[in-house]
Nanobody
Framework: QVQLVESGGGVVQAGGSLRLSCAAS????????MGWFRQPPGKAREFVAV????????HYADSVKGRFTISRDNAKNTLSLQMNSLKPDDTAVYYC????????????????WGQGTQVTVSS
């Protein structure tokens, strides 16, 4: 069992930045590809970004490419999402997730999920 706890959400004005963090309870953290997903109000959960086991590969949704950066620190069992140039459309609950099945943007391949952290971007 892996427990994931997100933090860093909040309210920010359009154009601002936030940094989300996700702390994982289980070692070795490096056994899992890690992803960020989000669920906007009234919409389905959607892929944001994924990072490979070693951190050597990353992939982003087109909607966040060039604005968001995913990173991980396997020594500290932490995952981060740096979000810059935020837009009102980025408003959502953000979830981190761990996958033992592969490096993917498909949420069904993820084994463990955090409880989510709210990000609200005001115009």
């Amino acid at each position: 069992q892996v427990q994931l706890v997100e933090s860093g959400g909040g309210v920010v004005q359009a154009g601002g930045s936030l940094r989300l963090s996700c702390a994982a309870s289980r070692r070795p953290f490096s056994n899992y590809a890690m992803g960020w997903f989000r669920q906007p109000p009234g919409k389905a959960r959607e892929f944001v970004a994924v990072i490979s086991w070693t951190g050597g590969s990353t992939h982003y949704a087109d909607s966040v490419k060039g604005r968001f950066t995913i990173s991980r620190d396997n020594a500290k069992n932490t995952l981060s999402l740096q979000m810059n140039s935020l837009k009102p459309d980025d408003t959502a609950v953000y979830y981190c997730a761990a996958s033992s099945k592969g490096y993917s943007g498909t949420n069904t391949l993820y084994d463990y999920w955090g409880q989510g952290t709210q990000v609200t971007v005001s115009s």
